[in-house]
């Protein structure tokens, strides 16, 4: 007989293993999905031109609004917008331009610094608010008591009470606000703590703070980003308007909302300075409003689910 009829094959066991399909990234998806869009693609240029403008303009500015140069000079003050002065100058002959600029910096830190230590304390509260009976019945009371009184009153003893100032300011509009994300928080928890797969890791002995973490968060991404996309306007149009009341930023301190209030009594006679801030104002708020709707949307799985 012939030795060489018959050949081995080599089998690979790891092939059997192997999934014929495409390579998955989430967050690849999740981009792809955003920048399908051109609405969110308009609204991100333009929130990001704002930013930009924001944070380079006032380094070559120097603009100090302790400072008026042309406070004598009566030829400066109240010139229109021209090639000169873009958006022209101020009862005190300092250019608008440089205060808008110098006052969108300070009124984006503000909301930036605020939405993230809202989102951060909220979310971690309200995971553990979901899942914890004790922890509930306290924290329902709470909320209870502090979504009964306005916030905006709150906000403006804070303010009082401690001084203006940019972190003054920031904690008054973030000793109540965290409470509402917490809440917003604990009611998506609630709608998935039962899922079988959470039922089976407590049964396992899992400890809930690894459930939490590993099986409930990554379900609330898109939550969390829609709260995010929510707030970050809200908190700029609530500077905008504690600063119009009186009792935003301290003296010497520009925000939109201190530009606004200060040229609120122009706003007949040089109607720019009024209504210029409060553009941009809008412009920012609603261009990253839609801009975190439509990446909290990009964010659900079941939006780019084939």
Sequence with gaps: ????????????????????????????????????????????????????????????????????????????????????????????????????????????????VATIITTTIGTIVGLFWGFSKRFDAIMIEIYNIIANIPTTLIAMIMVYALGGGIWQLIFAVCVTSWVGTAYFIRVQVMIIRDREYNMASRCLGTPITKIVFNNVLPYLISVIMTSVSRDVPAFISYEVFLSYLGVGLGYGKASLGKLISNYSPYMTSSPYLFWIPLSISAILSVSLYIVGQKLADASDPKTHMN
């Design 1 to 112: 007989m012939e030795d060489n009829r018959f050949t081995f094959v080599q089998v690979d066991d790891s092939l059997s293993e192997h999934i014929a399909a495409p390579k998955y990234s989430y967050w690849g998806s999740v981009f792809r999905k955003f920048f399908s869009s051109k609405v969110a693609i308009a609204m991100l240029v333009i929130s990001g031109f704002v930013v930009l403008m924001s944070i380079v303009q006032p380094m070559f500015s120097n603009y100090d609004p302790m400072i008026a140069p042309n406070v004598n000079n009566h030829s400066m003050w109240f010139i229109g917008p021209s090639l000169e002065y873009l958006f022209g100058t101020d009862n005190i002959g300092n250019s608008l331009f440089d205060a808008v600029w110098s006052g969108t910096r300070n009124s984006l830190f503000i909301s930036i």
